[in-house]
């Protein structure tokens, strides 16, 4: 079973950074980092495929946030810069081993982390 366990969530304030890490143990042709906070839907933050490490992003993370991939430690990170407090959230990785589009429609991603949590707080 394809397992995804993401850690590095904390506490940060306005305008700091963090990386998250997501540990998986076999390679998936695409993956992504997701966000849920409290009383909103799930949100794709950033993707990456095998291909050529394709990236995408949505507006409110472009330019603060980078996803990249090690498939040979299998593992994929969120570098997140100038970090604000509507970056509250839950932040999930996950995976398929499919095409997936630059929408992030999370009904792509197969195998999903349980998740770690992210607080931006003065």
């Known amino acids: 079973e394809h397992q995804l366990v993401e850690s590095g969530g904390d506490v940060v304030q306005p305008g700091g950074t963090l990386n998250l890490s997501c540990a998986f143990s076999?390679?998936?042709?695409?993956m992504g980092w997701f966000r849920q906070a409290p009383g909103k839907e799930r949100e794709g933050v950033a993707l990456?495929?095998?291909?050529?490490?394709?990236?995408d992003y949505p507006d409110s993370t472009k330019g603060r946030f980078t996803i990249s991939r090690d498939d040979v430690e299998n593992t994929l990170n969120l570098q997140m810069n100038s970090m604000k407090p509507e970056d509250t959230a839950k932040y999930y990785c996950?995976?398929?081993?499919?095409?997936?589009?630059?929408?992030?429609?999370?009904?792509?991603?197969?195998?999903w982390g349980q998740g770690t949590q992210v607080t931006v707080s003065a």
């Open positions: 996950a995976a398929t081993r499919v095409f997936c589009g630059a929408a992030m429609n999370e009904g792509e991603f197969t195998y």
């Open positions: 076999e390679y998936s042709y695409c």
């Open positions: 990456i495929r095998g291909d050529r490490g394709y990236t």
